[in-house]
């Protein structure tokens, strides 16, 4: 993607990179990030108004004039709905059509009837895991609670053992694998290969879910033992529908725009030329938009159509999915905003100089920077956009698989413990039916597991490949 450039903020209104210049951008860095976390956590604004105050009080705090902090921040507003919008766009209509037409509802319950004992953890993360694909997390959620609520309960399982495995796989594939926003906006905001980083996400979120699902869950059940909550089990979407969309065809849609972005990237490494006809077909059928698109449209046929609905009924489907990202959409180009502020400013070089001169590895000082942002503001989404901003220069000079590991490092760290400022942290206090010192020992337990491990076989996957 072109990227937007404006006139380095900089060149003109910060001193040049001395220990006083960077005393003074770190100073503004700080104090335009403590104004985004007032923000959202004291005054409870919304985070796109936070964001963009946050990215103008930055720019003033740097000492750049006002009007060409405008300019950085609504450049990179520009750049970064451009480059991932539609994308969100394409999978916000997907989920919707997965949700609605019951085909959810069809993988869950396939999996469930083979499954049974000890296998029924492995089962939920499974599924969470394949529905959490095209799924945002808060919509996998409402999605699989009556799941678990009903399974817990005829199965008189523990609701943890039974919902920290589903939890956990939505969560690792929101904070770890395309074509989520965060990992998308930072695939954009690093200049990482897609392909390659879905691909080493993927190979990342396997443990990582394993560790902090399946096997957690058994502490987690022992330490918070509760039963599932009554009169909290929404209506499943397939309970209105006389019929639905088969398993091999749900799952074949949901797996396609996957199939055809780690197809590019293999063919990427296997042809290695860029005027070859098989690499110029695979890096057009492969791109995100393409593999998107062809997804929902493949979905209208196998998924919309088989649950009978009309091509009216599939429209305004259509609208009801993009009705809801409207937010997620304005938060991610603001934190593209607040991203282009930073590196204006030339905080990116900031960042470069103090990783060499102490000596951090930048994989490293990426989860940490994220996990401060996510301690900070309670948002994965904010966390991810504002930490890319900041060790985005670190990219510059590295490989395509180290440039795809900076993003993972980014998502692993924008999971850490979740707590009372997350509107997940409540979202799943109020299914579970739990207290807050409850949901602290389980779920924001679980999301620190998830950061740890992800982050340090990201690590440890830098010094193999």
């Not at 100073?27 to 963009?52: C, D, E, P, R």
């Not at 207290?435 to 337990?445: E, M, P």
Request: charged share 10%; proline share 5%.
């Amino acid at each position: 993607m072109t990227r937007l450039r404006v006139e380095m903020l900089a060149a003109d209104t910060v001193e040049p990179i001395t220990s006083a210049g960077h005393a003074r951008l770190g100073v503004a860095v700080l104090a335009g990030i403590a104004v985004i976390v007032l923000l959202i956590t004291k005054f409870k604004l919304h985070a796109f108004l936070s964001l963009t105050i946050g990215s103008l009080a930055l720019g003033a705090f740097a000492g750049a004039p006002l009007d060409k902090a405008i300019s950085s921040f609504t450049a990179g507003l520009g750049a970064t709905v451009a480059g991932v919008g539609v994308l969100i766009a394409l999978g916000a209509i997907l989920g919707k059509l997965l949700a609605d037409s019951g085909g959810a509802d069809q993988i869950v319950d396939t999996i469930l009837a083979k499954a049974g004992g000890r296998a029924m953890p492995w089962a939920m993360v499974l599924i969470a895991s394949v529905i959490g694909l095209p799924l945002f997390f808060e919509v996998g959620v409402v999605l699989l609670i009556p799941v678990v609520l009903m399974v817990a309960r005829r199965g008189n399982y523990s609701l943890m053992r039974i919902g920290i495995p589903a939890l956990a796989g939505l969560s690792v594939m929101h904070g770890l694998v395309p074509p989520h926003p965060g990992p998308l906006v930072a695939i954009d905001a690093v200049g990482a290969d897609l392909g390659v980083t879905l691909a080493l996400g993927v190979l990342v979120a396997v443990p990582t879910v394993v560790v902090a699902g399946p096997l957690f869950s058994r502490y987690a059940a022992r330490w918070v033992d509760v039963p599932a909550p009554d009169g909290l089990v929404p209506q499943r979407a397939s309970e209105d529908l006389a019929r639905r969309p088969g398993f091999g065809a749900t799952l074949a849609t949901i797996l396609l725009p996957v199939v055809l972005m780690l197809s590019k990237a293999l063919v990427d490494i296997v042809v290695d030329d860029p005027e070859h006809t098989v690499q110029r077909v695979f890096d057009v059928v492969g791109s995100p938009l393409i593999a998107l698109l062809a997804a929902v449209i493949v979905g209208i046929f196998t998924l919309g159509r088989p649950a009978g609905f009309s091509r009216e009924r599939i429209s305004g489907l259509v609208d009801k999915g993009l009705a809801p990202i409207a937010g997620i959409l304005l938060i991610v180009g603001a934190g593209g905003g607040f991203k282009q502020t930073l590196i204006d400013c030339g905080v990116g070089r900031m960042v470069l100089d103090i990783s060499e001169d102490w000596s951090i590895p930048a994989l490293l000082l990426a989860w940490l920077i994220a996990v401060v942002i996510r301690l900070a503001t309670g948002s994965a989404t904010v966390a991810t956009v504002s930490a890319a901003g900041l060790v985005a220069p670190l990219a510059a000079d590295t490989s395509t698989t180290h440039a795809a590991l900076l993003v993972l490092a980014i998502g692993a760290g924008s999971l850490f413990f979740s707590h009372v400022n997350d509107a997940g942290f409540w979202l799943v206090k109020e299914y579970f039916g739990v207290s807050v010192g409850q949901n602290l020992k389980t779920w924001s337990a679980m999301e620190t597991i998830i950061s740890v491990v992800a982050g340090g076989l990201v690590l440890l996957l830098s010094l193999i490949i």
